[in-house]
């Protein structure tokens, strides 16, 4: 396993990493948490993410459940939990102190833990202050009740906005961002955000490596029965894969399956060796709701290096979305 800086930081996170997102608590059941969390921590994975709304909660249960069963050494592990949308209550949603202090707690009680190494903002609050978010955010690493705190799909300028009151008030400073990246979805990863890499030293958690799915390959020929979009609960999930953009994504990805043929590799491996490649990235998340995936996804590593400058051409040649500002990383 390769480890990574988180940004600006002395901590380090494994380049891959796995999420609960749609699997705990919901798709899978704990016996199947337990086994894909232990092939991931036996693959070197030291990074599990969660959030308060994966499962309504019932994600961080299970993988605060796994880890206890597991007897891994807390220390050895760095956890994450994203707050937001906790409940339907008015005051259980956003970004308010209230809710940030509140649901970081339910989280941890949740989890069965003192503390989340990385604690993320899961999306920008409109109705919010950022400053009452900073304020809030740095008690609770005051407090022991995080190590570092982030943002999750916020904007550049929200971020910059941010870190701009954590310096003026002597507080501690957002230091990752959680961003959607993959083939089919650059722009903010690879543009919007590069001033912030140089600046404050920005680390990213990447999520949906393989656009749900799309990049694996297996709806190049329609919709397998065994998926989980195939299931009532993720009909959100169909619609978006099966829209005029999905299929002409569906029409990129079968041309991308003969270059991951001659690397040797899977679609899926290549997707994920593809945004390893990116040295702004420090994590990418995977996810599984099978051990053998994870086994199967922690062999990307092994492909990084054969996605040569060359390689790389090919692929954009076939995507043909390379934001329009050059970026500076491949």
């Given at each position: 396993?390769?480890?990574?800086?988180?940004?600006?930081?002395?901590?380090?996170?494994?380049?891959?990493?796995?999420?609960?997102?749609?699997?705990?608590?919901?798709?899978?059941?704990?016996?199947?948490?337990?086994?894909?969390?232990?092939?991931?921590?036996?693959?070197?994975?030291?990074?599990?993410?969660?959030?308060?709304?994966?499962?309504?909660?019932?994600?961080?249960?299970?993988?605060?459940?796994?880890?206890?069963?597991?007897?891994?050494?807390?220390?050895?592990?760095?956890?994450?939990?994203?707050?937001?949308?906790?409940?339907?209550?008015?005051?259980?949603?956003?970004?308010?102190?209230?809710?940030?202090?509140?649901?970081?707690?339910?989280?941890?009680?949740?989890?069965?833990?003192?503390?989340?190494?990385?604690?993320?903002?899961?999306?920008?609050?409109?109705?919010?202050?950022?400053?009452?978010?900073?304020?809030?955010?740095?008690?609770?690493?005051?407090?022991?009740?995080?190590?570092?705190?982030?943002?999750?799909?916020?904007?550049?300028?929200?971020?910059?906005?941010?870190?701009?009151?954590?310096?003026?008030?002597?507080?501690?400073?957002?230091?990752?961002?959680?961003?959607?990246?993959?083939?089919?979805?650059?722009?903010?990863?690879?543009?919007?955000?590069?001033?912030?890499?140089?600046?404050?030293?920005?680390?990213?958690?990447?999520?949906?490596?393989?656009?749900?799915?799309?990049?694996?390959?297996?709806?190049?020929?329609?919709?397998?029965?065994?998926?989980?979009?195939?299931?009532?609960?993720?009909?959100?999930?169909?619609?978006?894969?099966?829209?005029?953009?999905?299929?002409?994504?569906?029409?990129?990805?079968?041309?991308?399956?003969?270059?991951?043929?001659?690397?040797?590799?899977?679609?899926?491996?290549?997707?994920?060796?593809?945004?390893?490649?990116?040295?702004?990235?420090?994590?990418?998340?995977?996810?599984?709701?099978?051990?053998?995936?994870?086994?199967?996804?922690?062999?990307?590593?092994?492909?990084?290096?054969?996605?040569?400058?060359?390689?790389?051409?090919?692929i954009e040649a076939v995507l043909d979305n390379k934001p329009s500002e050059e970026s500076d990383w491949r």
């Open positions: 396993m390769e480890y990574r800086y988180l940004g600006h930081s002395g901590l380090q996170v494994s380049a891959l990493s796995l999420g609960a997102w749609v699997t705990f608590g919901e798709q899978v059941g704990e016996n199947v948490a337990y086994e894909c969390m232990s092939a991931a921590y036996e693959a070197g994975v030291n990074f599990f993410d969660n959030a308060e709304a994966y499962g309504r909660g019932n994600a961080e249960v299970v993988m605060g459940n796994v880890i206890k069963k597991a007897g891994w050494k807390r220390s050895e592990l760095v956890v994450s939990t994203k707050i937001f949308w906790g409940g339907r209550n008015v005051n259980s949603r956003g970004l308010s102190r209230k809710h940030i202090i509140e649901g970081a707690k339910a989280a941890l009680a949740r989890l069965q833990m003192d503390y989340v190494d990385l604690i993320f903002c899961h999306r920008p609050d409109l109705h919010t202050p950022i400053e009452e978010t900073v304020r809030a955010m740095n008690f609770l690493i005051d407090q022991g009740l995080a190590f570092y705190w982030g943002t999750s799909e916020w904007s550049a300028a929200q971020i910059m906005e941010a870190v701009a009151i954590a310096h003026q008030n002597h507080l501690i400073p957002p230091l990752m961002e959680q961003p959607e990246y993959n083939m089919f979805h650059r722009e903010r990863v690879e543009q919007e955000y590069t001033p912030l890499y140089r600046s404050i030293g920005l680390g990213t958690t990447i999520w949906s490596p393989l656009a749900s799915g799309l990049l694996t390959g297996k709806y190049n020929e329609g919709i397998p029965d065994d998926t989980r979009i195939s299931l009532p609960a993720y009909a959100w999930l169909r619609e978006q894969l099966t829209n005029e953009t999905a299929r002409q994504n569906i029409e990129k990805v079968k041309h991308l399956v003969p270059i991951a043929d001659e690397l040797g590799c899977s679609m899926a491996q290549m997707a994920l060796a593809w945004c390893l490649k990116n040295p702004n990235v420090s994590t990418v998340i995977t996810g599984a709701s099978r051990p053998q995936q994870v086994v199967e996804n922690m062999k990307a590593l092994d492909f990084v290096e054969k996605i040569t400058p060359e390689i790389v051409e090919r």
